[in-house]
C-alpha cells in the first residue's frame, strides 16, 4: 500500500519480474543526482495490468517502468504519448503529470543508440542487422535510421513479421529478409532484438554475416555471456556485448522523464558490471 504523503514511488511491473536489476539501478540513480525516491518491482500478469496502474497511480505513484510482457498495453494505456512511443507502438515509461493524466515515453531506442555510442561503436555509414520483430525491434529502427546507416535490415524467424515492419517505417535504407536470406551479406554491426538468448537459443543464421572488425549486441543481458555474444566471439567480433548497459542507459531516460534530472551512467554501468561477477 503507498502512502501519498511520504516519499515518491515508483516501480517496475512485468511477468517475470524476480530479476529485474531496474530496482538497484534506481537506487543508484536517485543516490547519485540526491533525489528522494523508493523504486520497486511488482510482478503484474497482463491480465492484471489495467487495474494494477489504476491502483497504483491511484495511491499516489508518480510513474512506473513496463517490461514484457506489457509494453503494448502501457502504450494503450497512456492518455498521452512522446513521438518515439507514438512511431513504436510500445510504452515503457508511465508517468503521472500534474494534471492528473497519464503519459507514455518509449526510452529503448535512446537507451541502445547511447549505449553503442558508449562502446565506440559507429552506426553512421554501417550496414547493420537487426534480428527480431518483437517488441524491442519496434522501439530501436527509428533510432537506428536517425544515425545514418548504410542499410538497415530487419531480419525475423517469421519473414512477414519483419516485412510489416518495414512497410510501417518505411525508408529507402530499410530492407527486411528471412534469416536463410541473409547468406551471402555481410553486416558491420549485429543486434540480436530475439528473445533467443532468454531460453539459451540462437537465431538460426547463415554463415559468415559479421564483416571484418564488426560487432554484435545482444539487447537480452545475463550474470554470464549470452549464446549470442559468445557467437559474436566465434565470429571474431571486435566487440560482442550484450544488454546492460542498454538497460542502464534506458533507465536514465525514463529518470530524466521523471525526475528531470540526468543521471551519469557509466558510473552505474560499472558497478552492474562487477556485482554480476560476484
Ligand atoms: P518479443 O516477445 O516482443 O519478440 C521476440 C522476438 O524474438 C520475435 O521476433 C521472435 O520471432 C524472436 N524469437 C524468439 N525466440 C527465437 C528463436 N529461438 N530464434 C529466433 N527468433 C526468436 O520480445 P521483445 O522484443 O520485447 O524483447 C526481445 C529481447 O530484447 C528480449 O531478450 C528482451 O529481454 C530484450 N530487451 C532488452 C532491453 C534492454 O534494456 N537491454 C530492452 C528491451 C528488450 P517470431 O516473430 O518468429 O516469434
Redesign the pocket.
Known sequence: MLNSTSIDQYAVFGDPIQHSKSPRIHTLFAEQTQQKLVYTAQQVPAANFETTVQQFFAQGGKGLNC???L?ELAWNFAEHLSARATLAKAVNTLKLMPDGSIYGDNT?GV?LINDLKHNHITLSGSRILL???????R?IIAPLLAQNPQHLVIA???DS?AIALMQEFRSAILAASSFSALAGQQFDLIIN???????G????LPEKLLANSGSCYD???ANQATAFVTWGITQHALKSLD??G??VE?AAEAFYVWRGVHPETSAVINILQAERFK
Not at 532484438?193 to 531460453?199: K, N, V
Not at 537459443?201 to 538460426?204: C, N, V, Y
Request: proline residues 5%.
Open positions: 517490461t514484457v510482457p509494453k529503448d537507451g534480428l527480431g520483430a518483437g517488441g524491442a525491434s522501439g525475423n524467424r517469421t513479421k532484438a530475439t528473445s533467443a538468448s532468454l531460453s537459443d540462437l537465431p538460426d539487447l537480452a543481458y544488454g546492460l542498454m538497460l534506458q
